[in-house]
């Protein structure tokens, strides 16, 4: 049976969120049950996913907006959309299907009581939408099958909190005390798997709709994105392989300890312990890294010939 999954995503900003999101759609392993979206401006990521389930063949998918701003603050206000690289790919509701009329929160609450123990919540973004999920429905942790999240670095020392829980490190340390079973996942463990330019090409040669979203996306991040890598990582798939195969990202058990000062600054203490809490990352081998890239290639091609 296909591995249910909800991905809780800032898609838009950096490249590899909507990568993640194009692989799971065409692998036959996952059947992803929900996206949302969080940190900034949600609804233009809302756009932005439902852009790539339409173009994908799975309109149906539900894809709902959730916080804009970290916990405690809530919805103050939505930050400027030049955060969102790649708008352009729906700068309107235009041919796009309807969002979902919850909030991200709620939805991920509804689902998961609806399917106990069934459900993955994986996130890629900050973990804002996955706190108030816990904090407002608070059997949501007992409900969901456990969250794999990308945020950190916990293959080597010295050990660092990434910017995904950096972005709302109380949300990560609400997660952390949960009792939900929580895998982390360095964001660094995928570097070694960027895309090659001739990867980047074939995609761009490959001249069909999926193909072309992807083109079009990693162009708008290039010219956007002041931070952005010759070409696209793959760091947000590591979720993904972990539950295609849990013998291809090396883990082990411990406890993660997300500590805030008063003045938010977000501090991560990881204890190695074969009965901890928490499954945390390991380093990935070049050689896993590069047949994990040439997988993503493989699915993405067969699927735009398909």
Not at 14 to 23: M, S
Not at 202 to 219: F, N, S, Y
Request: proline share 8%.
């Amino acid at each position: 049976m296909p591995i249910k999954i909800i991905i809780d995503t800032d898609i838009g900003e950096n490249i590899d969120d909507l990568l993640a999101v194009a692989f799971a759609l065409t692998s036959p392993e996952f059947e992803i049950v929900a996206i949302t979206t969080v940190n900034g401006d949600t609804p233009a990521r809302s756009r932005i996913a439902r852009r790539t389930t339409a173009t994908f063949r799975k309109p149906h998918t539900p894809v709902a907006a959730g916080y804009v701003d970290s916990m405690p603050h809530g919805d103050q206000g939505i930050v400027p959309e030049s955060s969102v690289t790649q708008g352009a790919l729906a700068p309107n509701e235009a041919d796009l299907p309807p969002p979902s009329p919850l909030r991200a929160d709620e939805l991920i609450a509804q689902l998961a009581a609806e399917q106990p123990g069934e459900i993955w919540l994986l996130t890629i973004g900050a973990m804002t939408n996955v706190g108030h999920a816990f904090v407002r429905y608070p059997e949501t942790a007992l409900n969901l099958r456990g969250v794999v999240s990308c945020g950190g670095r916990f293959a080597t020392p010295p050990v660092a909190i990434g910017w995904n829980l950096r972005y709302d490190p109380i949300a990560a340390a609400v997660t952390a005390c949960s009792g939900v079973d929580w895998t982390l996942l360095s964001e660094g463990m995928m570097d070694d798997a960027a895309l090659r330019e001739e990867d980047v090409e074939r995609i761009k040669d490959a001249g069909l709709p999926t193909t072309d979203l992807l083109a079009r996306a990693m162009e708008l991040w290039k010219k956007n994105k002041r931070d952005a890598t010759p070409t696209p990582r793959l760091n947000d798939l590591s979720v993904l392989f972990y539950l295609m195969n849990e013998e291809w990202i090396p883990v082990r058990r411990g406890r993660a300890i997300i500590a805030i000062s008063p003045d938010r600054i977000a501090e991560l203490w990881i204890e190695h312990d074969p009965a901890g809490p928490h499954t945390l990352g390991r380093s990935l081998d070049n050689q896993r890294a590069e047949w994990l890239r040439a997988l993503f290639m493989e699915r993405i091609l067969s699927a735009a010939a398909g």
